[in-house]
């Protein structure tokens, strides 16, 4: 089993930034390729970006692409995803997710392990 436990979100205006984290506890001595997806109200989860365990390779949707940057950090057992230039349209609540394959996926089934979420608010 593995926990993780989002932090970060918050109320920020169009054009700032916000950083989440994700601590994960439990089994992590497992390789897991890490995800953020993100829920709005009436939508669906979708994924945000992913990270293989190694770090070195990474994956975005297209709506965050050059603004969001996903890291991790094995040794603390951390997840970051760096977000800048916000708009209204990230207004969500944003997860992290642990998946146990080598290969970054993008469908919430492929992922194992969800945290309780964060929430990300961007004011116009």
């Known amino acids: 089993q593995v926990q993780l436990v989002e932090s970060g979100g918050g109320l920020v205006q169009a054009g700032g930034s916000l950083r989440l984290s994700c601590a994960a506890s439990?089994?992590?001595?497992?390789?897991?390729?890490m995800g953020w997806f993100r829920q709005a109200p009436g939508k669906e989860r979708e994924f945000v970006a992913g990270?293989?365990?190694?770090?070195?390779?990474?994956n975005y949707a297209d709506s965050v692409r050059d603004r969001f940057t996903i890291s991790r950090d094995n040794a603390k057992n951390t997840v970051y995803l760096q977000m800048n230039s916000l708009e209204p349209e990230d207004t969500a609540v944003y997860y992290c997710?642990?998946?146990?394959?080598?290969?970054?996926?993008?469908?919430?089934?492929?992922?194992?392990?969800w945290g309780q979420g964060t929430q990300v608010t961007v004011s116009s």
């Open positions: 997710a642990a998946d146990g394959s080598l290969v970054i996926g993008r469908s919430t089934m492929r992922y194992e392990y």
């Open positions: 439990g089994r992590t001595g497992s390789r897991y390729t």
């Open positions: 990270i293989s365990w190694i770090g070195g390779n990474t």
